[in-house]
């Protein structure tokens, strides 16, 4: 129901900033919780940020102060600001959408990758 698209990753810096985007399809885009996630290498996947459809956003921790989520429903599009990039930043990033009901389905975008390094 629900096709998404990450896209903007690469190599930057310590301290640089970085937008990744997430294009996504369907009639019912508006309707679904947006998040992003990411997983590093040997590491489990993890909630980076998440704006839900009634308009609420919130954040990992680590992440707190950095990063910014945003959504523009009007194009179906989701976008993540990262700035002040650490090396734990890295990984690869990936795009969510998901019902906002108990055992909602999900769905997942192939991901880009995101590296921090000199």
């Known amino acids: 129901q629900v096709q998404l698209v990450e896209s903007g990753g690469g190599l930057v810096q310590p301290g640089g900033s970085l937008r990744l985007s997430c294009a996504g399809s369907?009639?019912?885009?508006?309707?679904?919780?947006m998040g992003w996630y990411r997983q590093a290498p040997g590491k489990q996947r993890e909630l980076v940020a998440v704006?839900?459809?009634?308009?609420?956003?919130n954040y990992a921790d680590s992440v707190k102060g950095r990063f910014t989520i945003s959504r523009d429903n009007a194009k179906n599009m989701v976008y993540l600001q990262m700035n002040s990039l650490k090396p734990e930043d890295t990984a690869v990033y990936y795009c969510?959408?998901?019902?906002?009901?108990?055992?909602?389905?999900?769905?997942w975008g192939k991901g880009t990758l995101v590296t921090v390094s000199l």
């Open positions: 969510n959408a998901r019902q906002p009901l108990p055992g909602g389905k999900d769905y």
């Open positions: 369907g009639s019912s885009f508006r309707s679904y919780d």
């Open positions: 704006f839900t459809s009634a308009g609420r956003t």
